[in-house]
């Protein structure tokens, strides 16, 4: 846990009691919110881990490079931009897998492109979005997102170095 974590963390707690302190209705009910929260996020927290140690054990940090570690140019980042785009669940759970990339050896601006395109496109929901939206702007939507992917990992690969 980092430094910035243990703050939000002491900062969240101090501001539950001093809600209790104020208001014991609103001080309950805040802390059932915190506590709902941390529990829908448990499956969340559970599977990432999972994934993590999966990756630590079974991908080489040899392949990690030879295909996200600037060893093939344009290629490795849009690789990041398909797997980032087919990818499911928060954004929150797609960092620690970032870092993992990271510590294998990808390289930063192919992880930003991963980062990236797993917030802004979204081929797993991609048929609720067709029904919600309309064709045209899903289309529009993911090619502007893929370009702005592109971009973000053009732009670190840049200034990054």
């Known amino acids: 846990m980092n430094v910035m974590s243990i703050i939000y963390f002491i900062i969240g707690v101090i501001w539950i009691f001093y809600t209790f302190k ?13 506590l709902n929260n941390f529990l829908s996020r448990l499956p969340d927290i559970f599977g990432i881990f999972l994934l993590l140690g999966i990756f630590n054990e079974f991908v080489p940090k040899s392949i990690v490079f030879k295909y996200m570690g600037n060893a093939r140019g344009a290629m490795d980042h849009i690789l990041a931009l398909l797997f980032g785009s087919l990818a499911a669940g ?3 759970t797609a960092y620690p897998l970032g870092e993992a990339l990271i510590i294998k050896g990808a390289a930063i601006s192919v992880v930003a492109v991963f980062l990236a395109s797993w917030v802004k496109i979204g081929f797993i929901s991609l048929g609720i979005e067709l029904k919600s939206f309309g064709k045209e702007f899903v289309i ?3 090619l502007v997102g893929m370009v702005s992917c592109l971009l973000i990992g053009l ?3 840049l200034f990054y170095f």
């Open 155 to 157: 732009l670190i690969q």
């Open 140 to 142: 529009w939507r993911n």
């Open 90 to 92: 928060p954004p929150a």
């Open 22 to 34: 104020k208001d014991k209705k609103s001080g309950k009910q805040a802390i059932r919110i915190a």
